[in-house]
């Protein structure tokens, strides 16, 4: 079985277990093959109108396929007060380090308050912020408190740079691009060949979302 290299995709991967793909619990269909991150966005919390389906996100958590929760986050550019998204966003944090599954976040313009409520809970599970593009220094904040960087199609190379290795993902979103090429990209950033970044990525991944069986290392 293919290792998903691409860690976070709005699309549905080809074939299905090159990636994980992101959906919402009104969307998640449990019969569906695949690998999977379940959550709520912060987009999406005025929507509930404080009605979440907390239990239908924990029975579905909790399935093998779902290998983390989110993306949940915090975002300033949403039009929605940021206190109801935190406290949307830690319950998720918790339902994360109830199942030991990572947690998948979206981050715009809050650094400060995720970083305050990181060193609130001293979560144990790995926080991974997906999508990153922010400059070296908001990376290296990020880094120095604990939490991963997943790259897309776009961001700052001198952020990817100093990365290390081990805390590195890439992802797709929602752009129509091959993963392959996010991958060689990484890996002349960072210097290396594409085997070897192909090897880390693998590593990574099997190693942060635990339910991912040993598979393929191909690049797909």
């Not at 919390?45 to 993306?71: F, H, K, S, T």
């Not at 949940?72 to 830690?90: I, M, N, P, S």
């Not at 990153?132 to 939490?147: D, E, N, T």
Request: with cysteine; proline share 6%.
């Amino acid at each position: 079985m293919i290792t998903p290299l691409n860690i976070h995709t709005h699309l549905q991967p080809q074939p299905i277990y090159a990636a994980i793909q992101n959906c919402y619990p009104e969307t998640f269909n449990e019969s569906e093959e695949g690998w999977f991150s379940v959550g709520i966005h912060p987009w999406k919390v005025q929507g509930y109108q404080q009605q979440y389906p907390w239990a239908l996100l924990r029975c579905q958590a909790a399935l093998p396929q779902v290998v983390a929760i989110g993306e949940a986050g915090l975002d300033k550019l949403c039009d929605y007060r940021l206190d109801e998204q935190e406290r949307v966003f830690r319950q998720q944090a918790a339902l994360a380090e109830e199942l030991s599954k990572p947690l998948i976040i979206h981050l715009v313009k809050s650094t400060d308050e995720l970083l305050r409520i990181r060193k609130d809970l001293r979560p144990s599970m790995p926080w991974i912020i997906h999508g990153f593009r922010g400059k070296p220094a908001q990376a290296q904040s990020l880094l120095s408190h604990g939490c991963n960087l997943s790259f897309g199609a776009l961001y700052h190379p001198e952020s990817l740079r100093l990365t290390p290795f081990s805390r590195l993902f890439l992802e797709t979103d929602e752009a129509d691009v091959p993963i392959k090429s996010l991958v060689e990209k990484a890996a002349e950033i960072k210097g290396i060949s594409l085997e070897e970044m192909k090897q880390i990525l693998t590593s990574n991944v099997k190693n942060t979302f635990t339910s991912i069986g040993c598979g393929s290392e191909n690049c797909k």
